[in-house]
């Protein structure tokens, strides 16, 4: 009876083990700039609703790693800056560059 649970509890938890690492997440990275071209450095760069984002860096470079896939809205905002937003679709295992 013990080999008996064993046995389901391993195979169980390999499973789930297995289901987990079949997600294929994505990774949305690209660089901001603004209206005359240069970089925008430390704004925060994220996806609306769902509180995965990031800063842009001094070159204006931002990166969010571990994204579902599924259709987003990328939103960009900032102290004294006007926000701006873009709809963004990632499919599974895809990395996008989205630049703003």
Request: glycine share 12%.
């Amino acid at each position: 009876m013990f080999k008996i649970k064993l046995f389901s509890f391993t195979f169980l938890f390999t499973f789930a083990s297995l289901l987990c690492l079949a997600q294929q997440f994505a990774t949305i990275t690209g660089t901001v700039t603004t209206s005359d071209g240069k970089p925008a450095p430390y704004l925060s760069v994220g996806l609306k609703g769902i509180g995965l984002g990031n800063v842009t860096n001094d070159k204006g470079i931002f990166e969010i790693p571990r994204v579902k896939p599924g259709s987003y809205i990328l939103r960009v905002s900032g102290v004294g800056i006007q926000s701006v937003e873009k709809s963004v679709i990632i499919n599974a295992g895809e990395n996008r560059t989205v630049d703003l």
